[in-house]
């Protein structure tokens, strides 16, 4: 019978310091990667450039592992701490939620739960040195797994001696003022080959950059046989990240919704004999937003809490969506571009083609958890919605000069998106439909879905129904009307081009079956000539050449259909998808011209790939006969 084990207070385990950050560290940081460790020591920095005192932030990748960063901002204090008896390097770097940040003292806006993130990072490191420039001299401090000491060289495996306090090992002018942090992260907390990429980190400078205008971020990477350096710097803020972000062309220039909110907030604050205590504190939060609509149908929101991050949004970004959808909509019934009796735009319409940056500033935001990925201080939502309220009513009701024009155009694209859902809903199921053989059940959605989108002005839909329409038109007339106003469509309107290639393709090869050769050719060589001006057209170039070289034959033009298809068979090659009924088209023109040997190089190739042809491969007879005319050319082997 195994031992009973004995619970009783000495089972009873209290961590101390930053021992639970070294049991436990999923609960402070990402333990797979060390990325998120020195974003933390980078949003310090941050800090200090949101309060104004710091232009300049470095951030290198040493050879050895180790990542460095440095900043010009006011220098971690130095002094005595006198609840502690330690300096204040030590009590940042070693006490959880310690620091500067808490109660409203010497930072307006801050990345969070600080106090955590310096002594996190230092929890976690094999080691960590950090030098601070203030008063005239450099103060010195390291640490081992967050233990303060000194080490006996430059390595963190070197000879540790426990020792507490700061050392001066410097001087610099009175002026000079900053802080160095460089940090070996530990290998027994991350993964032995984890590594910092350098795209995400550049992907995080710039950004930092784009959040505090005026800031320089420099990172360097010395890892390599080469070092490379990149410098992010924008004067123009979010509204120039909102550009940077934005996939497509806008409808409108950037908007700007800015203001400022109070709430109040009770919060733990450490008074003179070092105990927490309640106490009403008035906040500001300040609101700053950027968007814009673009003609394309994504939506791209990056929201941030401070310079942090929140990809998985929270209070901030719901207290947007919901101004948004409200604002439109009584934009939309002022201006009558809604009518009474129509249902208001869903929230998924008003998003359609919007990109936005949503920052809100605030001191001490309440998260959901140390990694920072949702806001949860449930104020944000109500002074958000009211800023961003306010200032888009403003905007699309009452616009500055020149600013007309572009709220119409915001409305007509946030009520077009309502269209665009029934639009993409009829085509499917046209294609459902005719995919099924039924074309009857077909076309009418097809044509609905034309003229859907011609309202919504949404130009590819419209090319993508007017292609689809044509496939399924009843006779050839119908097929012929709806090609040409595909045409005429792609033509006229950029969105629409996409379709040009495909309707034209088909136009052709209508006329030939028709033995109409001359109009085919026309449709063929218009439909090459959209391929080869736009690399972008889904007709493939081989297929638009192979066409071409066909009407020739038709019309006798052996000489041109010849170096046509050599051109068709020889692009296919280069794309790695050759083609049998290029090759079967090639051969019948060489042997008509007497080129025998060429005619029958090019037969030998085309019967191997003719039999392991697609399904749209003509069966039966029709197949028999090409592959025995293929044969005939190559003759008795």
């Given amino acids: 019978m195994a031992k009973q084990q004995v619970y009783d207070a000495s089972a009873i385990q209290a961590l101390k310091g930053l021992e639970p950050v070294r049991r436990m560290p999923g609960m402070y940081t990402h333990t797979v990667h060390p990325l998120h460790i020195m974003q933390e020591a980078i949003d310090n920095a941050v800090d200090e450039a949101l309060g104004g005192h710091c232009s300049r932030i470095d951030v290198e990748l040493h050879p050895d592992g180790s990542v460095e960063v440095r900043d010009d901002g006011r220098g971690i204090p130095v002094d005595v701490e006198p609840r502690t008896g330690l300096t204040g390097v030590e009590v940042v770097m070693t006490r959880l939620h310690a620091g500067g940040k808490f109660g409203g003292g010497s930072y307006a806006a801050t990345g969070g739960l600080h106090g955590v993130g310096a002594s996190v990072v230092n929890a976690l490191a094999a080691r960590l040195d950090v030098e601070v420039d203030r008063d005239g001299?450099?103060?010195?401090?390291?640490?081992?797994?967050?233990?303060?000491?000194?080490?006996?060289?430059?390595?963190?495996?070197?000879?540790?001696?426990?020792?507490?306090?700061?050392?001066?090992?410097?001087?610099?002018?009175?002026?000079?003022?900053?802080?160095?942090?460089?940090?070996?992260?530990?290998?027994?907390?991350?993964?032995?080959?984890?590594?910092?990429?350098?795209?995400?980190?550049?992907?995080?400078?710039?950004?930092?950059a784009f959040l505090v205008p005026g800031l320089t971020i420099v990172v360097r990477d010395a890892r390599g046989s080469e070092p490379s350096e990149q410098t992010f710097h924008y004067d123009g803020g979010i509204s120039e990240f909102c550009e940077f972000l934005a996939p497509d062309q806008g409808v409108s220039d950037v908007l700007r919704l800015q203001g400022v909110g109070q709430f109040t907030e009770t919060v733990p604050v450490l008074d003179e004999q070092g105990h927490m205590t309640p106490q009403e504190l008035q906040r500001d939060l300040v609101v700053d937003v950027a968007l814009r609509w673009g003609t394309g149908y994504d939506t791209t929101v990056r929201s941030f809490v401070n310079i942090i991050a929140t990809p998985k949004g929270g209070t901030h970004v719901q207290g947007f969506e919901r101004a948004l959808a409200k604002t439109l909509n009584e934009a939309l019934r002022a201006q009558r571009v809604l009518r009474a009796a129509e249902d208001d735009v869903i929230k998924d319409d008003v998003l359609e083609g919007m990109t936005a940056v949503v920052t809100v500033r605030l001191a001490e935001p309440q998260f959901e958890g140390q990694t920072k990925e949702v806001l949860g201080t449930s104020a944000a939502s109500r002074i958000v919605a009211s800023v961003v309220g306010k200032e888009l009513k403003a905007a699309l009701t009452n616009p500055k000069r020149g600013g007309k024009a572009q709220a119409k155009a915001i409305l007509d694209k946030v009520a077009a998106g309502e269209l665009v859902p029934r639009v993409r809903i009829d085509l499917e199921r046209g294609r459902l439909h005719r995919s099924s053989g039924d074309r009857e059940s077909a076309f009418?959605?097809?044509?609905?879905?034309?003229?859907?989108?011609?309202?919504?002005?949404?130009?590819?839909?419209?090319?993508?129904?007017?292609?689809?329409?044509?496939?399924?038109?009843?006779?050839?007339?119908?097929?012929?009307?709806?090609?040409?106003?595909?045409?005429?469509?792609?033509?006229?309107?950029?969105?629409?081009?996409?379709?040009?290639?495909?309707?034209?393709?088909?136009?052709?090869?209508?006329?030939?079956?028709?033995?109409?050769?001359g109009e085919a050719l026309s449709a063929f060589s218009r439909a090459l000539a959209a391929r080869e001006d736009d690399p972008k057209n889904p007709e493939p170039i081989a297929l638009a050449r192979y066409a071409v070289g066909k009407a020739l034959r038709a019309l006798g033009r052996s000489d041109e259909a010849v170096?046509?298809?050599?051109?068709?068979?020889?692009?296919?090659?280069?794309?790695?998808?050759?083609?049998?009924?290029?090759?079967?088209?090639?051969?019948?023109?060489?042997?008509?011209?007497?080129?025998?040997?060429?005619?029958?190089?090019?037969?030998?190739?085309?019967?191997?790939?003719?039999?392991?042809?697609?399904?749209?491969?003509?069966?039966?007879?029709?197949?028999?006969?090409?592959?025995?005319?293929?044969?005939?050319?190559?003759?008795?082997?």
């Fill in 444 to 517: 009418p959605l097809f044509e609905s879905a034309y003229a859907l989108a011609l309202e919504a002005d949404e130009g590819f839909l419209a090319g993508d129904a007017a292609h689809m329409a044509a496939l399924a038109a009843p006779d050839r007339d119908g097929y012929l009307k709806w090609t040409e106003r595909g045409i005429a469509l792609a033509e006229s309107s950029e969105d629409a081009g996409y379709w040009l290639g495909p309707l034209l393709n088909n136009l052709g090869w209508e006329h030939y079956e028709a033995g109409e050769y």
């Fill in 563 to 637: 170096t046509v298809l050599e051109q068709a068979v020889a692009w296919a090659e280069s794309e790695d998808a050759p083609d049998g009924w290029y090759h079967e088209e090639l051969a019948l023109e060489y042997d008509a011209i007497g080129r025998a040997h060429d005619a029958r190089e090019q037969a030998r190739l085309a019967i191997p790939l003719l039999e392991q042809a697609d399904p749209s491969f003509p069966e039966d007879s029709e197949r028999s006969g090409r592959l025995r005319a293929l044969a005939g050319i190559i003759g008795p082997t």
């Fill in 137 to 208: 001299k450099t103060h010195a401090m390291s640490f081992r797994r967050g233990a303060p000491g000194t080490f006996g060289n430059g390595t963190p495996d070197s000879p540790f001696v426990e020792q507490s306090g700061l050392r001066v090992v410097g001087k610099v002018t009175k002026k000079r003022t900053g802080t160095r942090i460089r940090y070996w992260a530990d290998r027994q907390t991350f993964l032995k080959d984890a590594a910092i990429s350098l795209d995400e980190l550049h992907n995080r400078a710039r950004q930092t």
